[in-house]
């Protein structure tokens, strides 16, 4: 299911808690973007025609709620990412935010721990 940065964001803000109106939407996109209440509208609308979100109409609004997993979206999309920029492989990833100085000690120290986790598991 191909979507867009755009409906992304609006999938986001449902994703941080639903079911939520439209007018939920538009606010806690507020901060971040200066869309007018028909572009999210018009950006549910999609999301729902993707078969990304569905709603239940609650008296005169529509409260919303995600059909995808945010974990298993973010699976899909990073396995899909690697695959096209990295021939499926995460090293020369990690390699190239190295490279670039991107990497915070945090990242490290859990790359270190995720990495010694799954030498303990595979063994």
Not at 42 to 69: M, N, Q, S, W
Not at 95 to 109: G, S, T
Request: net charge neutral.
């Amino acid at each position: 299911m191909e979507i867009s940065k755009a409906e992304f964001d609006v999938l986001n803000a449902i994703w941080e808690s639903f079911p939520c109106s439209a007018n939920e939407i538009v606010n806690r996109l507020d901060n971040e973007k200066n869309w007018h209440e028909k572009t999210v509208k018009t950006l549910l609308g999609r999301l729902v025609k993707k078969g990304a979100i569905a709603f239940e109409k609650d008296k005169r609004r529509y409260l919303y709620h995600p059909l995808l997993e945010k974990e298993a979206y973010q699976l899909t999309e990073s396995k899909s990412l690697l695959d096209r920029l990295f021939g499926g492989r995460i090293s020369p990833l990690v390699a190239n935010f190295a490279q670039q100085q991107k990497l915070k000690q945090d990242d490290i120290d859990e790359l270190k721990k995720l990495i010694s986790d799954w030498e303990k598991q595979n063994d």
